[in-house]
């Protein structure tokens, strides 16, 4: 016959086998689902990553976006990874309807924007929302057209792609002055040559001037200077200068 001690010693025994036996279980079981979810979120940030670009291609399109252009002088690197892999390049910017061209003699990769089929052969009637179209004044224009002169007589002596195209402040006030007339103030001239060689400078035109104040003419101009641009130049200097002949007339 079992005492009261034996009873409540089997009672308890039977309690702690009731109640491990579960816990154990469960918590096996929720292990292993936890590193199943781990597994999981493993394997997709793996699959996310093997399709990823490359990433010296991403920087070379972001500094692209950033800048409009890439140069050799400045940016080796990136230049060689988008001249090599161009196609690669454009396939990354199609969906934003940019495309990049290549000018490999002068060491140039640059932006544009794609023509879309509706635009036909209008040269000048492209949209996009993240581009802000910026119409360069008469007198920037005209500017663009004498550095684009300084430019191509460097490469026609030098040898085409030749860099260091440089022309002092100096040299372009005269000519400035043929077109626009001489104020009477030396200094509001070379001011005004200074404030547009900036303007162009954003541009990516021209550098900041030296300490001799040369500047020196990147290879864009004679992309962004094209036949088509300066022949819009010519119709408006005439445009301008028949306006001034009237003027002349009526007023004698």
Known sequence: MNGIFDQLTAQKASVDTSTDTPAGSTMDTEGDEANKRIDNEASQSTGELAHRTDQRLREASQELLRFGLLEESHKPNLYRIAQTHLDALNTILEPLDFVAHSDDIRGLVFLK?????????????????????????????????????????????????????????????????????????EAKERTRALQLLDQLKGHGLVSAPDAHERVTIRPMITHLANPENLKALLEQLKARAAINNETQEDSS
């Open 113 to 185: 924007v794609r023509k879309s089929d509706t635009d036909g052969d209008l040269l000048d009637e492209w949209k996009h929302p993240l581009v802000r179209k910026q119409r360069l004044t008469l007198e920037q224009s005209l500017l663009t057209a004498i550095l684009r002169q300084y430019f191509i007589a460097h490469e026609q002596e030098a040898g085409t792609g030749a860099v260091q195209a440089m022309v002092a402040v100096e040299e372009l006030i005269p000519q400035l002055q043929v077109y626009f007339g001489d104020t009477g103030s």
